[in-house]
C-alpha cells in the first residue's frame, strides 16, 4: 500500500529546561546563617537524531510529531548539582535531510552515521553559592533554570543510492531491479505497480557492487505535483548515474523518443542539477521488436545526438542486463561519492526581534538577565574588545533590555548577571 511509505514529515522537538538553583545554608560557627550553600540545577536533555539502518522509512513519526526531552533536576544544599536531564534519542533512517521547517534551509544530513543535536537543553539555575560576596553573605535567592530549544523541523529521506532507475510507469524498472539483484519489488503490468521506492544491491564481480533504486514511474507534470513522480523525485538527488529505462516495444502505443524528452523535461523541472545528471539511455523489451525496429533505430539516433550512451536489453528475458551492469559498475568507478547536503541553515542574527522573551528577575541589588535572544546576542560579542562592547550596548538599548530593567528599579553599582557574564551596573 503507498501508506506503508513516508518520506517527509514535520515534527516538533523540544529540549529539556533546566533545573533552578537551589537556596541552602549550612550551619557553621561564625557564620552568618550558617553560609550559602545552594547547588546548581541540572542541565535540561538534549534532543538528539541517531541513524538507525534498521529503518526504511518516516512510518514511525505518522502519528507521533513532538518530541521531547527530560527536564534538568533541581539543585540541592551540600553544593549539590541536580542530575542533568536524559538525552531524548530519536532514531531515523540513514539518508534522512533535516530541514528547519520556517526557512526550509537544510540543518544537518543524516547520512554519516553520525548523532546531531537539533536541540539543546537549557542551562541549570545558580544556586545561592554564586551570589555570596563580602557584603552579600546571605544571599536568599537562586538562578531559575533556562528553557531548552524547541523547533519545527521537517524530515526528508532521501535515499542513499548509487545508481537511480528513471522512466514512464511500466517500462520495466522493477523488472530490472529483480532480475539483478535480490529485491522482490511488486511487478504487474499496469501503471503504478511501484508506489515507494525499492533498493537493491547488484553484486558485479568480487569487491564491486553498488545500491540501485527503482524510483516510482514519472509521468509528465510530475514536477509540478502530478501524479507519484513529484513525491518521489527527491529520491534521486543523490545518485550518482541515472539509468533511464524507455520501452521501445510499442506495446502501449507510445512513441520511446516522446518518452525520453518528457522525462528529462520533468528532471529539469524538477532540478537543473539532477538534469545534469550523467545518464545511460537503455532501450527496454527489444525482444517484442521482431522484424520492426523503427522504434529503436529513431531512439538510438536521437539520443547518441544528444551526447547519452545507449544500450539495449531485455530485463524480462535477461537480454544483456549483466553487460548493463557491468557498464553501470564501471562508470560509477569514475564518478564522485553518493551526493551529502551541505548545511545552510544561519541562525536568526541577534536582533531586536525575539527580546521581548528575555526574562529580568530582581533579588535585591543583584538582577538576572535570561533568554535565548540574550544567550545568541553574548555569542557574538568579543567582551575584551571596544567596538565589541559598543555593539553590545546598542544591541541592549534598541531591545529596551536596559530601559525595562531601569522601570524595575536598577541602580548603579548593582549586579547584573547576564548568562554566565557577571557585571556591575553603570547607567
Known amino acids: 500500500m503507498a501508506s506503508s511509505f513516508v518520506d517527509k514529515v514535520t515534527i516538533t522537538v523540544t529540549a529539556g529546561k533546566g533545573g533552578n538553583g537551589a537556596v541552602a545554608f549550612h550551619r557553621e560557627k561564625y557564620v552568618a546563617a550558617g553560609g550559602p550553600d545552594g547547588g546548581d540545577g541540572g542541565k535540561g536533555g538534549d534532543v538528539v537524531f541517531r541513524v538507525d539502518d534498521n529503518m526504511s522509512t518516516l512510518m514511525d513519526f505518522r502519528y507521533k510529531r513532538k518530541y521531547v526531552a527530560a527536564n534538568g533536576a533541581d539543585g540541592q544544599g551540600k553544593r549539590c548539582a541536580g542530575r542533568?536531564?536524559?538525552?531524548?534519542?530519536?532514531?531515523?533512517?540513514?539518508?534522512?535531510?533535516?530541514?528547519?521547517?520556517?526557512?526550509?534551509?537544510?540543518?544537518?544530513?543524516?547520512?554519516?552515521?553520525?548523532?546531531?543535536?537539533?536541540?539543546?537543553?537549557?542551562?541549570?539555575?545558580?544556586?545561592?553559592?554564586?551570589?555570596?560576596?563580602?557584603?552579600?553573605q546571605v544571599p536568599r535567592f537562586a538562578?531559575?533554570?533556562?528553557?531548552?530549544?524547541?523547533?519545527?523541523?521537517?524530515?526528508?529521506?532521501?535515499?542513499?543510492?548509487?545508481?537511480?532507475?528513471?522512466?514512464?510507469?511500466?517500462?520495466?524498472?522493477?523488472?530490472?531491479?529483480?532480475?539483478?539483484?535480490?529485491?522482490?519489488?511488486?511487478?504487474?503490468?499496469?501503471?503504478?505497480?511501484?508506489?515507494?521506492?525499492?533498493?537493491?544491491?547488484?553484486?558485479?564481480t568480487e569487491g564491486v557492487s553498488f545500491v540501485m533504486a527503482d524510483i516510482p514511474g514519472i509521468i509528465e507534470g510530475a514536477s509540478g505535483g502530478a501524479g507519484l513522480g513529484h513525491d518521489f523525485l527527491r529520491h534521486i538527488d543523490r545518485c550518482r548515474l541515472l539509468l533511464h529505462i524507455v520501452d521501445v516495444s510499442g506495446s502501449e502505443g507510445r512513441d520511446p523518443v516522446e518518452d525520453f524528452d518528457a522525462i528529462n523535461e520533468e528532471l529539469r523541472q524538477y532540478s537543473d542539477f539532477l538534469a545534469d545528471r550523467p545518464q545511460i539511455v537503455v532501450a527496454n523489451k527489444c525482444d517484442l521488436l521482431g522484424d520492426d525496429r523503427e522504434n529503436l533505430d529513431r531512439l538510438r539516433a536521437h539520443v547518441e545526438a544528444l551526447g547519452y550512451e545507449f544500450y539495449e536489453m531485455s530485463a524480462a528475458a535477461h537480454q544483456g542486463t549483466q553487460e548493463l551492469m557491468r557498464v553501470t559498475a564501471g562508470k560509477l568507478a569514475n564518478l564522485p561519492p553518493v551526493i551529502t547536503f551541505e548545511p545552510d541553515y544561519v541562525p536568526p542574527a541577534p536582533d531586536a526581534v525575539g527580546a521581548e522573551d528575555v526574562i529580568i528577575h530582581q533579588f535585591g541589588d543583584v538582577w538576572t538577565v535570561d533568554?535565548?535572544?540574550?544567550?545568541r546576542l553574548v555569542e557574538t560579542v568579543n567582551f575584551s574588545d571596544y567596538e565589541s562592547r559598543i555593539y553590545f550596548d546598542r544591541m541592549m538599548r534598541e531591545a529596551h533590555i536596559f530601559e525595562r530593567m531601569e522601570e524595575m528599579g536598577v541602580k548603579d553599582g548593582d549586579t547584573v548577571c547576564l548568562g554566565d557574564l557577571e557585571f556591575e551596573y553603570q547607567h
Open 84 to 136: 542533568g536531564g536524559e538525552t531524548l534519542i530519536v532514531r531515523v533512517p540513514r539518508g534522512t535531510v533535516i530541514r528547519d521547517k520556517e526557512s526550509g534551509a537544510v540543518m544537518h544530513d543524516m547520512s554519516d552515521g553520525k548523532d546531531w543535536v537539533v536541540a539543546k537543553g537549557g542551562r541549570g539555575g545558580w544556586g545561592n553559592k554564586h551570589f555570596a560576596t563580602p557584603t552579600r
Open 143 to 204: 538562578k531559575p533554570g533556562l528553557p531548552g530549544e524547541s523547533r519545527e523541523v521537517i524530515l526528508e529521506l532521501k535515499l542513499l543510492a548509487d545508481v537511480g532507475l528513471v522512466g514512464f510507469p511500466n517500462v520495466g524498472k522493477s523488472t530490472l531491479l529483480s532480475v539483478v539483484t535480490n529485491a522482490h519489488p511488486k511487478i504487474a503490468n499496469y501503471h503504478f505497480t511501484t508506489l515507494y521506492p525499492n533498493l537493491g544491491v547488484v553484486y558485479v
Open 371 to 375: 533568554g535565548a535572544w540574550i544567550d
